[in-house]
Each structure stands twice: as C-alpha cells, then as structure tokens.
C-alpha cells in the first residue's frame, strides 16, 4: 500500500515538472501566427530565394547577420521551409524542442549531482521547468527566427551531460567541439560555450590528472581558435549598434543595464516599475551567485566542485552573456535590459542556482558553521522557492497580455502582407512586416532595401511559401466572404475632408465568426465596371468603448479604424467609399455598413 503511494506521488510529481512546458506549447498555438517577421526576410527569406533560384553559396549561408553568423540556423530554417511550405510555426516549435532538450539535460545532471530524493528532484525539476518554459520568453516562444537563442543552450547542457558520462575522453571532446562549433555558427554568444565547456570537461582533481589531458586542452583550444578565425574573418561591426566605448564611458549605466538582464525573468510584475524591480531581484541574484562562488573557494572541497562543475558553467554562460550584452546593448538605453528576447540567456543564471543552491546547502548541513542548520537551510530554500514562484507567477501574467497584443500585431502584419499588391501598403510594410529604420537611410540604401524585399515576397509567393498567398486582383469584391446570418462587420461611420484634397475616413470593424477586431480595414471606391477597388487600408486599432458595450463584449476590443488619404490617388468625379473588414487567417474581407460619397 505504501510503496503505491509513493509510486502516485512519484507519478504526480512527474506530471508537476511538466505542466510549464505543456502550458507554453498552448500558448504557442493560440497566439503564434504563420507571417514572417523583421529579421526572418534577410535570414530565411533570402536563403530560401537564393537556393530556389540555384544561387546559394557557402558564403550566403555563413554570412554575417548583425553580430552574428547564423549558418546553423539557415540550414535548419531551409529544411523547414521546403518542408513545410516555410509555416514560420514549425520553427516556434523548434525553440519549444530545443527548451525540451535543456529540461531533459539539466534533469539528468539534477539526479546525478543534486543527488536528493526523487520527490525533492522532481520538485526542483518543477522549478527549473517554470523557468526554462517561462511565457517571459514570449518574444522568442512566438517569433521563429529565435531558434537561435535556444541552440547555444540546448548544446551547452548536452556538452555539460556528455562531461558526465562514461564516454572515452577523445569521443567526450569530439563531440563538445562540434557543438560548440555548432553554436559558434548559430548566435554570436554561442562562442562562449568554448569558455565554459572547457573546465567541466577539463576538471581534474590532481595535477597529474591534469597532465593527462593536457593535449586535449590544447586540441581545444586550437580548435577555438580556428573557429575565431573564422568567424571574425571580414566581420564588420553594425554601424546601427552601440560602440562598446559607450558602456566602458558609463559604468553605472552599464552595470545598471546588467542588473536588470539578470532580474528581467522576474520582474515584469508593474509596467511602471518593472525596470526597479528587475534591478532588485537581478542585484539579489548577483549577491546570491557571488555567496555561492565564495563559498566553493573557502570549502576547497573537490567532490562538492565536481558536483557544481556544470552548474556553474550555465551561470558562467548566463552572466557572460547579461556582461556582453550590457557593453553592446547599454547605448540604446537602460530600459533595453527588460527585453523579452534576452529572458532565454538570464534566466539560466536563475535556473543554476536552483540546482546549485540544494548542493551547496545540503553540504552545509553536513560540513556547515550554522546552528540550527537544518532548521536555516529548510528555511532558506523554503523563502527563495516561495519567492520564485510568486514573481513567475506576476510576470507569467504580464507575458501572457504581451502575447495576445503579439498576436494581434502579427495579424495585422499578416494582413498588410496579404494586400502588398493589390494595394499600395509601403508605410505599413516597414512598419509591421519588416520594420526598419528607412529614414537614416541614404535614399540609395532606401530603394536597394525596398527592391530586395520586394523581390524576396514575390519569389516566395511564386513558390507558395507564404500563407494563403498574396492577393492579385485590386477588385476586392473577388476575395468577398459570406457573413453568418443576422451577422455584421460593423460600420463605416463618416467620411470628413480635414485639408484640401486629403480626407479621413473612420468606424468599427469586427470578425463576428471569431468575435475579435478586424486585422485590417480596405478602402475602395467603385470603378465604371461596378467592382470595389482598393486603394487605401486602416489599422484597426482605436478604442470605441460605445461599441463595446452595445455588444456587450466581454473582452475590452480596440474596435475603432481610422486613416488619411489623398483624393489625388482616385479617378477624378464623385465615387461610392465602401469599407471592407479584413481577416488575416481566411484572407476574405467583409462590406461595413454605410457606403459614403466623395
């Protein structure tokens, strides 16, 4: 009887761990939307047209793309592609894959260097897993191209297992230096992985141990080298990125900025105080790591090291990565610290003191000054776990609400997308689909920028790699879905002309089938031949509370559209406007109530 209850609550405690990673997996389907984004265009985009066209070369695939030298990532993101029919989807589920195979890695070196208890491994498990699978990471979970960011971590916890194994020393290192090669070649902070790899799989309690594997050192850091050569062969640093003199001239800003990278997992709890308590809670992770570290040099205790060996490399990775990413980043501002995008390389400082925390504290218990020690060491690990999970549990909240605006920001991006050329929807383009800086560029780069992203869209809607495809026909009448009986998309409420020849247009929009805004308003006017041309498009983005509660809309929709347009873009004589809501997901648009008179 008792041996089924522990079996149960083994069996529960399984089922715990798991939870976050099944519920950020429904958090990807539900808000993730298949529409490439920014960087993926001169990443994936280009690869795919490159190869498409027999033009790729081994230097498209390992050229530079701001810091970093994304060939890895390319060949994946190709193979997808032609797999899929490029559903960026698929890559968010990549990164989902690769934070699996972190969990998976960091759980067998919890059972062979934390060495508790299944239950209390399962719970620390749990822990790691809240963290490994936060929604915080939500700009990386919902944008595909962030594959990068989970590969260098997803190898380094596999390099930091293989130091763990029984393998021979030759197959240890060969393996670890294709991975690091791997993540060198995948973001520019995957080099660090030839740093920190180094001393777990060069640990040796004795100098003739270390004698031993001195040429393998040297193999590897022959080996590193190479890879340097290689990487900063014709590197050039991005003229649009801060100069590292900038973080070395402001040290108290600098050192601010790594403070808030290391608490910006925890610390979105108030949009008007995220950027103090990240500073808190990442100044109180830097004192504990600093404590943890003092305490490994004061015990010299080689049996307690070798257990900690491979979680300090994950907190060497993570800091290095908040130190370089402070001198890199600083110049655009301090606030720049609480990116979701750099939550996947802090929070590893968070998820090795999880583990290294019950290391440390069970040898004190054993070898410890601190009387009560049990009664401190329970306490202590009590407060920070229940300190953990009440800051996830506050930003999981925040992520969850970035997600759903992500997902309508994609929608509406999708939908310019979609009407690139039925309609002249440029502003929008490098607004939402690949935003760019075009004002400080020359208005040489401008067009050379403008051209090739035109040609990379119509190739990749020529091979049916984009969604739905792009609507051909400036008739929007062709592309008219049927509305649910006793159904409507709202209201074209009033046409006003606010200068000479320019007007604005305004009302509401709504996709009654899937009860949410319209990703997208179309203008058109109707021609001699009694179609709906288009010639103007509106986000859909105003709040219209008047319209919310006539509804009665439980969810608070910014249901309101508005824009400007010239009259010079229209044929000349009196026209009939209509209004056409969008839906990004079925490509159909739908006529507003009121058609007005120009």
């Not at 700009?139 to 990068?148: C, D, K, R, S, T």
């Not at 943890?292 to 040099?297: E, M, T």
């Not at 504290?361 to 329970?378: D, S």
């Amino acid at each position: 009887m008792q041996k089924r209850i522990s079996q149960g609550a083994e069996s529960a405690g399984a089922a715990l761990a798991i939870v976050p990673a099944v519920f950020v997996t429904i958090l990807i389907i539900n808000y993730s939307i298949n529409v490439p984004f920014a960087d993926q265009w001169f990443n994936a985009g280009l690869t795919i047209e490159q190869f498409s066209e027999n033009t790729l070369s081994l230097g498209d695939l390992i050229a530079q793309h701001n810091e970093s030298r994304k060939f890895f990532p390319r060949l994946i993101f190709l193979s997808l592609a032609y797999l899929t029919r490029w559903d960026v989807r698929v890559e968010m589920l990549v990164s989902l894959f690769l934070a699996a195979v972190v969990s998976a890695n960091l759980y067998r070196l919890n059972r062979i260097t934390v060495n508790r208890p299944l239950a209390q491994s399962l719970f620390i498990a749990f822990l790691a897993n809240l963290l490994i699978f936060s929604p915080i990471q939500y700009e990386n979970w919902l944008w595909g191209i962030q594959v990068v960011v989970f590969l260098p971590i997803a190898c380094l916890t596999t390099c930091i297992g293989v130091a763990h194994s029984k393998l021979s020393q030759f197959t240890k290192f060969t393996i670890c230096t294709a991975l690091c090669t791997i993540s060198t070649f995948s973001f520019a902070n995957g080099m660090l992985l030839w740093i920190v790899v180094l001393p777990v799989l060069a640990f040796a309690r004795s100098h003739r141990e270390i004698i031993r594997k001195k040429w393998w050192i040297v193999a590897w850091v022959a080996f590193f080298a190479a890879n340097l050569g290689l990487y900063f062969y014709q590197y050039e640093k991005p003229n649009h990125h801060p100069r590292f003199s900038y973080a070395i001239q402001h040290p108290g800003e600098t050192f601010h900025f790594f403070l808030g990278f290391l608490g910006a997992p925890l610390a979105q709890v108030n949009p008007s105080h995220s950027l103090i308590v990240a500073t808190g809670v990442g100044l109180a992770i830097l004192l504990i790591s600093i404590a943890a570290c003092g305490y490994l040099v004061i015990c010299q205790d080689g049996e307690l090291l070798d257990r900690a060996k491979g979680w300090l490399a994950i907190a060497a990775y993570s800091g290095m990565s908040g130190a370089l990413t402070s001198l890199g980043r600083v110049g655009f501002g301090i606030d720049g610290a609480l990116a979701s995008r750099y939550t996947t390389f802090s929070v590893y400082l968070l998820i090795a003191l999880v583990h290294l925390i019950p290391i440390l504290l069970a040898h004190v218990n054993r070898n410890g000054v601190f009387l009560p020690r049990k009664l401190f060491t329970t306490g202590f690990a009590a407060s920070l776990a229940t300190a953990l999970i009440g800051l996830h549990l506050f930003t999981s909240l925040a992520a969850i609400e970035q997600m759903s605006v992500m997902r309508r920001d994609r929608l509406q991006a999708k939908a310019c997308l979609l009407l690139s050329q039925a309609i002249d929807t440029q502003k929008c383009l490098f607004e939402r689909v690949f935003p760019v800086p075009l004002d400080s560029f020359s208005p040489e780069k401008q067009e050379r920028v403008k051209a090739k992203f035109a040609r990379i869209v119509t190739r990749l809607d020529q091979l049916g790699f984009l969604d739905l495809g792009l609507v051909k026909s400036k008739d929007i009448s062709q592309i008219a879905g049927t509305l649910p009986v006793g159904a409507d998309s709202g209201w074209f409420d009033s046409l006003e002309q606010v200068d000479e020849r320019v007007y604005r247009a305004s009302g509401w929009a709504i996709l009654p089938e899937r009860n949410q805004a319209a990703d997208a308003v179309i203008l058109t006017y109707q021609d001699d031949n009694q179609r709906a041309i288009g010639f103007a498009i509106a986000d859909v983005r105003v709040q219209r509370n008047d319209v919310n509660q006539q509804r009665q809309l439980r969810e608070q929709l910014w249901l309101g559209w508005q824009t400007h347009f010239s009259a010079n873009t229209l044929p000349p004589g009196p026209l009939k406007i209509q209004a056409w809501a969008f839906d990004a997901l079925t490509g159909k648009a739908y006529p507003l109530n009121g058609i007005r008179q120009l």
